[in-house]
């Protein structure tokens, strides 16, 4: 099956600095992908759809300039929590649609972010 | 918000009885997908069933749509220890520069006891 790996899985880091969390599609093209951000217990609140070649489109409420997000290659996403803050510690999670079956997102494993 | 709603929010059953979870939303959807998440793990894909089906089986599952009353059930039969874990449901929206996004829903923690 699809494969999307996500890197690092755990990362703890001091307020102000940047982080940034990488998506792979390991055995697919990933023509999309997708970050969410979910809190404990909470659903997935969908950030951002990243396009492969294109900028980002953020949805109502997610700062752009604050998550940067970048889909250099049909394969990779990255998403860089600039300045980071406590608020922003969550578990950050990516998904990734093939080309060849656009219904269906895979998901990675996610990332837990904490920021102290 | 087109997000989902899934009812219960917990559900605790013993080993072998089924477990049925219901999902709810306000706006049409092309397809509406349920996910299973595991405790800090990432969401594993189950089942999709797409605006013109009633009803899809995979496995031990089986999930219904009902789209006059805009609501989604899964059901896990014959349920496993195995199964503990938090369910999904998610609305797709296929029009325009909202292709492919999904909309989760705040999902339902099934504890399954042996």
């Known amino acids: 099956g699809a494969v999307v790996s996500q890197h690092p899985s755990r990362v703890i880091c001091k307020s102000g600095t940047s982080v940034k969390i990488e998506c792979r599609s390991l055995?697919?093209?990933?023509?999309?992908m997708f970050w969410y951000r979910q809190f404990p217990k909470k659903s997935l609140m969908l950030m951002a759809t990243s396009n492969e070649g294109s900028k980002a489109t953020y949805e109502q409420g997610v700062e752009k300039d604050k998550f940067l997000i970048n889909h250099a290659s049909l394969t990779l996403s990255t998403l860089t929590v600039t300045s980071a803050h406590p608020e922003d510690s969550s578990f950050y999670i990516c998904s990734a649609r093939s080309s060849l079956s656009e219904e269906t997102q895979y998901f990675g494993p996610g990332t837990r972010l904490l920021v102290l | 918000s087109q997000q989902g709603e899934e009812d219960p929010q917990a559900l605790s059953i013993q080993e072998g009885e089924n477990a049925t979870m219901n999902c709810s939303y306000k706006t049409s959807i092309n397809n509406l997908q349920w996910y299973r998440q595991n405790s800090g793990r990432g969401l594993v894909h189950l089942i999709l069933?797409?605006?013109?089906?009633r009803e899809k089986h995979s496995g031990r599952l089986r999930v219904t749509l009902d789209t006059s009353k805009k609501s989604s059930s899964l059901l896990i039969t014959a349920s496993r220890a195995a199964d503990t874990a938090s369910y999904f449901c998610a609305t797709a929206i296929d029009r325009g520069s909202t292709l492919g996004r999904l909309y989760f829903g705040r999902g339902t923690q099934l504890t399954v006891w042996p």
């Open positions: 055995d697919f093209q990933a023509t999309t």
């Open positions: 069933i797409r605006s013109n089906e």
